[in-house]
């Protein structure tokens, strides 16, 4: 090793440090003492919001949360750019789902505030402002929509889904008040497409592709298409000693029968990348001497095109009707959500490839997302970039989620060369 590549080594062992020292404050803030659960607009998202805004402020960033509850920090830029001075933004959320992992989300915001204080403590100027997102909900676990906050700086956030409930019956409006957020300032928080550059998030990978590939790094060129969806299974409910099987209306034995086609429908398209999950089931009344009457059921299903997640869909609906008959239950199926593929912009792939090849010394793989992320939101305000970081085993949702202190050293690196490469380009136009 060359005594250039030693020092780089030892910076970004020492990076790495710092990050897995904040990704552990950061976990320690949970809604149960032993596991990592923190959701949108909660107590624990307040304390890790509060806890990231003093790392922005020790950071030198001018610091505020918004009103959707995203904690932001900005670095005003250190000289004059050619397209008139705009903001790249950078950032990824901290809310989890329930018994999480660590690393999702939470890497991204750690990631960004650790590349703006290397590009200062390098005396790095830079021809445009950047600016820290922490985002609050990303993973939809409390509140039916998701990706609130990013589609609130995005300017996409439909204000109806203020009225959307919570298991307890309470409304995001009352959340996001409860919280110290503002709804009717909601829309005022939207960033100007013409002022902003462009959006980068660093994300664990969720997969195991960079893993089997090895390597710390990857280049995302789109996020899969998705939806999500509601059904509703009424059947009758019954004394469970006394009404025979061939005369029972059973919600549950239906949904399971729905289930159970549903992967069927899923695992025969291997084409599209399609995947359907039904994460969530409740059976009601719930007794065990009662024939469950009701049964509520989510659905999430992803491809790589719009069209294939479609057909799914319908394939799914159809086998649903046919449930619904044989079984003789009445069926609702509703949509929550439909995201598009959202694609990454070409030249923020442009400069992660230069970024994330400089630091790992080869090309970085190019990976479809199929995970969702804050770029569903803010694809539709500017060019969007993601960089995947290889996680352990693939493994996300989970808390035996893990990234290496070196991978993570490789990741703020990775950001940081990045930035450089948009300032670089900035400075040809
Ligand atoms: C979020 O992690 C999602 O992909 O649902
Ligand atoms: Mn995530
Ligand atoms: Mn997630």
Redesign the pocket.
């Known amino acids: 090793m060359t005594d250039t590549q030693t020092t780089n080594a030892a910076t970004m062992r020492a990076m790495g440090e710092r990050a897995q020292q904040k990704i552990d404050a950061l976990a320690a803030i949970s809604a149960d003492p032993d596991r990592l659960t923190r959701l949108y607009l909660t107590p624990e998202h307040k304390r890790a919001a509060k806890l990231v805004g003093s790392w922005m402020d020790e950071a030198g960033l001018s610091v505020r949360m918004d009103a959707a509850g995203t904690m932001r920090g900005v670095l005003p830029p250190g000289r004059p750019g050619r397209s008139g001075n705009k903001t790249l933004l950078i950032g990824s959320h901290i809310d989890t789902?329930i018994d999480g992992g660590r690393y999702?989300g939470n890497l991204g915001v750690v990631v960004g505030l650790l590349a703006v204080e290397a590009l200062k403590a390098r005396g790095e100027t830079l021809p445009f402002a950047v600016e820290i997102l922490a985002f609050g909900d990303?993973?939809?676990v409390r509140y039916p929509v998701?990706l609130t906050s990013s589609a609130v700086a995005a300017g996409v956030f439909d204000p109806a889904t203020l009225d959307q409930k919570d298991r307890s019956g309470t409304t995001l409006r009352d959340a996001l008040v409860a919280f110290g957020g503002d709804p009717a300032a909601l829309a005022g928080e939207a960033f100007q497409p013409s002022s902003v550059l462009g959006y980068l998030e660093v994300h664990i990978e969720?997969g195991p592709v960079l893993e089997r590939i090895n390597a710390p790094l990857g280049v995302v060129t789109a996020i899969a298409s998705?939806s999500r969806h509601r059904i509703r299974i009424r059947g009758e409910a019954g004394h469970a000693g006394t009404v025979p099987m061939a005369m029972r209306r059973d919600a549950l034995v239906a949904a399971s029968e729905l289930i159970v086609g549903i992967e069927a429908i899923a695992r025969k398209d291997r084409k599209n990348a399609l995947v359907a999950t039904v994460g969530e089931i409740e059976a009601l009344p719930g007794a065990s001497n009662v024939i469950p009457a009701e049964v509520r059921l989510s659905l999430?299903v992803r491809a790589a095109s719009d069209e294939a997640r479609r057909e799914a869909v319908a394939a799914i609906l159809s086998l649903a009707r046919k449930t619904e008959a044989v079984r003789q239950v009445a069926l609702t199926f509703e949509t929550v959500l439909e995201k598009p593929v959202a694609a990454c912009g070409r030249r923020m792939m442009a400069a992660i490839q230069e970024g994330a090849s400089r630091v790992m010394g080869k090309p970085a793989q190019t990976l479809l997302s199929?995970?969702?992320?804050d770029g569903l939101s803010m694809v539709r305000l500017c060019e969007y970039g993601m960089i995947f970081v290889r996680c352990r085993g693939g493994i996300s949702?989970n808390p035996a989620e893990f990234v290496t202190i070196d991978d993570m050293g490789a990741a703020v690196e990775g950001l940081v060369e990045t930035i450089l490469a948009l300032a670089r380009q900035e400075d040809d136009q």
Do not use: I, M, R
């Open positions: 789902v999702d990303e993973e939809g998701t969720q998705q999430d199929g995970a969702g992320h949702h």
